[in-house]
């Protein structure tokens, strides 16, 4: 005779085991299957949904719109399907500004690719002097934003009353600068843009394993022919990596290029798209077509970057520890140490000093530097003017508030979603976790478009107000969250947090008892990085605020489109770098002194 456990009878069913241990009916198998099934979509589901709402639908308005007769309005319908936008694809105004795109996107990720990439092997595999100084240099621009750079160096760089141009004329020397067009646009673009292959690259070229180099090294090859057939192929991954991501963001940028280069008279696609949004009547269906083809544009470079990378292995990195070789420069220490140095001026002292001068500067013009020396030549009172002013107020106090709570609420949405992508068996978590690095392929001038129409026509009243800026935060720095959350919680050991559930604790208490206070350093870092990139936003922002919902980002841009007030966007821009400088400071200082 066989002896079975009443707790594992009724065909093996746990709750069925138990109901008959307890004398009671076992409830029907499908009626338990759909409890395990809703159970498993309780935090997916509604985390989708939200996602949705924030990122797929207005990706759904732009689509729409590209093959409808009728721009998204409150109580209008779509109209009729037609392809009938895509003829703006023949227009000579927008060909021009795709070829203008592309240019300065492949020159820029070029000179991009290389500062950043010569940086990053100076800081990392070299042995050149003040190693740590070179590393600071590489990150020093990302503290600057773009267009607060295309600002400063419009000052430096313009023909006629540009600081550099008359500092030449002061020396005597036969030379000009002319920063206004595609050239100019693609240099600024690279300098400031130059980091993020620093960071991918250094991060690859320091965990490299040296012992392909050192084969090369033995079998006779010298230090450059080594470097170029052994140390550059094995850093292809970032090389690639950072091309796109550098790519993207260069193609997608509006600022720059409607400070540099349309007062030349050179469109790109973004400007060429916020000329149609600002078009009397607005041409939004033809807009949306381009923002297709922006789309498109972008996922065939990342489909090619694939591609090449999947043709071989790059693995380099083993179970034993390693120490990255240094390269002797011999030499070229001091000339290395120089370029370096150079690339900190071009990108923090000229455009910090420029930005300074203007400011306090009294006449909009001057022939001379000599002028300066004048009594009265300089004068801070803007800098009390535009600080008492009712604008600063207002916009300094929207982008505090917006900036804080969409970097709070996009830490916690980062978390929620990163806990149930890769700490439960959720469903829909591959889903969950797509649908949130959508914006990385969605230029930001075309979320914009799309949040913009979302929100016209959606029956909840969020547009014109402070509310609907901190959706479009969250949602286009939905990306940057979930990769800094997700790489902390898949490196700490959930080993705590199931002991607490053991010992009786709910899985929610858990979490937050447990998991948060071990995470606590990771939480601040996003959060702090997401308050970063919320201050320094403002192709989003500039298709849905109002004068009601200005922030400082706006603020800066309106008064340099103004003409008249380059004093005032000046002072701005000095106190908006001064902030972001605090910002910067912040996660080393509360990292070091935060110890899990």
């Excluded at 590393?135 to 430096?156: K, T």
């Excluded at 001057?366 to 030549?377: K, V």
């Excluded at 949405?413 to 978590?429: C, D, P, Q």
């Amino acid at each position: 005779m066989t002896l079975t456990d009443p707790r594992s009878s009724a065909s093996g069913d746990p709750e069925a085991g138990a109901a008959v241990a307890t004398g009671q009916a076992p409830p029907p198998r499908a009626a338990g299957r759909g409890s395990r099934h809703r159970r498993r979509w309780a935090l997916s589901g509604p985390l989708l949904l939200l996602l949705a709402v924030m990122i797929v639908l207005p990706a759904a308005y732009i689509l729409v719109a590209a093959f409808s007769t009728n721009s998204p309005r409150p109580g209008s319908s779509p109209g009729a399907p037609t392809l009938g936008n895509f003829a703006i694809l023949a227009d000579e105004s927008f060909l021009a500004g795709l070829v203008n795109s592309l240019v300065i996107a492949v020159g820029g990720t070029a000179l991009a690719l290389l500062i950043g990439g010569t940086l990053a092997f100076l800081a990392a595999r070299s042995d050149i002097r003040c190693r740590g100084l070179v590393f600071a240099i590489g990150l020093m621009p990302l503290f600057l934003p773009s267009y607060v750079g295309a600002l400063a160096w419009s000052m430096l760089g313009s023909p006629r009353s540009g600081l550099l141009n008359i500092g030449f004329r002061d020396l005597g020397l036969p030379l000009s600068v002319d920063l206004y067009g595609l050239g100019g646009t693609l240099f600024v673009l690279a300098l400031f843009y130059a980091p993020y292959p620093f960071l991918l690259i250094h991060s690859a070229m320091s965990m490299m394993n040296p012992d392909l180099e050192d084969a090369a090294s033995i079998h006779g090859g010298s230090t450059l022919r080594m470097l170029r057939e052994v140390t550059v192929p094995l850093a292809m991954p970032a090389v690639l990596g950072s091309g796109l991501l550098v790519f993207v963001l260069i193609l997608e940028n509006f600022p720059v290029a409607q400070v540099l280069a349309t007062p030349a008279g050179v469109d790109t696609m973004p400007t060429y798209l916020y000329q149609l949004m600002n078009d009397s009547p607005v041409r939004g269906n033809e807009a949306a077509a381009i923002a297709v083809v922006l789309v498109a544009v972008v996922a065939v470079v990342t489909w090619l970057q694939r591609r090449a990378l999947a043709r071989r292995s790059y693995t380099t990195v083993s179970g034993k520890g390693v120490r990255a070789r240094r390269v002797a420069l011999g030499r070229w220490r001091g000339p290395a140490l120089a370029a370096a140095l150079v690339y900190l001026v071009l990108t923090i002292v000229l455009p910090v000093l420029a930005l300074v001068l203007v400011s306090v500067r009294r006449s909009a013009y001057m022939e001379s530097f000599a002028e300066l020396a004048a009594p009265g030549a300089l004068d801070v009172t803007a800098y009390a003017q535009v600080v008492s002013s009712s604008l600063f107020a207002t916009v300094t106090a929207n982008s505090v508030l917006v900036s804080v709570v969409a970097a709070a609420v996009g830490t916690v949405l980062a978390f929620l979603v990163a806990y149930s992508v890769h700490r439960t068996r959720a469903a829909g978590g591959g889903l969950l976790e797509g649908v949130s690095m959508v914006p990385l392929a969605i230029p930001a001038i075309v979320l914009g478009m799309g949040l913009l129409w979302t929100w016209l026509t959606m029956p909840v009243p969020l547009y014109g107000t402070l509310a609907l800026l901190m959706i479009a935060f969250v949602a286009v720095q939905m990306p940057q969250g979930l990769r800094s959350m997700a790489a902390a919680i898949r490196s700490t050991d959930r080993d705590l947090e199931d002991s607490a559930v053991m010992l009786g604790a709910n899985r929610p208490r858990a979490v937050l008892h447990v998991t948060v206070p071990l995470l606590r350093v990771a939480l601040s870092s996003t959060f702090l990085l997401l308050l970063m990139l919320s201050m320094r936003e403002l192709t989003v922002p500039l298709l849905i605020y109002t004068s009601r919902t200005n922030i400082l980002s706006i603020a800066i841009f309106d008064q340099f489109e103004n003409g008249g007030a380059l004093q005032q966007a000046a002072v701005l821009s000095v106190i908006y770098v001064a902030i972001m400088m605090v910002l910067s400071y912040l996660p080393r200082r509360f990292g070091g002194q935060t110890n899990v």
